[in-house]
């Protein structure tokens, strides 16, 4: 079972500024099946980005993601009030389980 | 567009079982181009996979080794739902449940639609 590592726990920025998440692997795995996904309070997770860099459907574009091996990465440019949340990784693929890491908090 | 609209009970007594029901719109329980999962969150445990069902040429289901023994996801063709019966619980079954659709292949794992979440508390 594949072990995902986020970093960092909580990040403090103000609106306009750009956040820089991390998702750290503990092997590597093939087709590049890492995940995204966004939690507000209150709410389910929503999915954000997929297949390390593709954005899922009415997602801007200030959002992208990146990354290869084990080492992934989330950045939000020009934060929106609305982009304050939790955030997810999550490696998925063909075959259960499917672990997810543990969340960074984008705060204001 | 998928909605998942999950009902059920959000207090169960430990050692009872916890049975929730997930209602699918815009989608088909059926669909050989999807995959319904039950998920849950908690602080101790984070968001964790619980279990799924799909049919394809049969209905198949799976699940997590940690709930294996005590879990059954069940799909209801004639009323277009999937269902979770968790027995024998006990207050580490504390959480919010989700029910979830994945997608086909290589994208089985990527939850693309969410139930609201059913806040299920253990407890006498």
């Known amino acids: 079972e594949i072990v995902l590592t986020q970093s960092p726990g909580t990040l403090s920025l103000s609106p306009g500024e750009t956040a820089a998440l991390s998702c750290r692997a503990s092997?590597?795995?093939?087709?590049?099946?890492l995940a995204w996904y966004q939690q507000k309070p209150g709410q389910a997770p929503r999915l954000l980005i997929y297949?390390?860099?593709s954005r899922a459907t009415g997602i801007p574009d200030r959002f992208s993601g990146g990354g290869s091996g084990t080492a992934f990465t989330l950045t939000i440019n020009r934060l929106e009030p609305e982009d304050f949340a939790v955030y997810y990784c999550?490696?998925?693929?063909?075959?259960?389980?499917?672990?997810f890491g543990q969340g960074t908090k984008v705060e204001i | 567009q998928v909605q998942l609209q999950q009902s059920g009970p959000g207090l169960v007594k430990p050692s009872q079982t916890l049975s929730l029901t997930c209602s699918i719109s815009g989608d088909s329980v059926s669909s050989t181009n999807a995959i319904w999962n039950w998920l849950r969150q908690s602080p101790s445990r984070g968001l964790e996979w619980l279990g799924r069902?799909?049919?394809?040429?049969?209905?198949?289901?799976d699940y997590a080794v940690s709930v294996r023994s005590r879990m059954i996801v069940k799909p209801d063709t004639s009323k277009n739902q999937v269902s979770l019966q968790l027995s024998s619980v006990t207050p580490e079954d504390t959480a919010i449940y989700y029910c979830?659709?994945?997608?086909?292949?290589?994208?089985?794992?990527?939850?693309?639609?969410w139930g609201q979440g059913t806040l299920v508390t253990v407890s006498s």
């Open positions: 092997q590597t795995f093939g087709g590049g099946y």
């Open positions: 999550q490696h998925y693929d063909d075959s259960p389980p499917w672990t």
């Open positions: 297949a390390t860099s």
């Open positions: 979830v659709r994945g997608g086909a292949g290589t994208a089985a794992g990527l939850f693309d639609s």
């Open positions: 069902t799909y049919h394809r040429s049969r209905w198949y289901d």
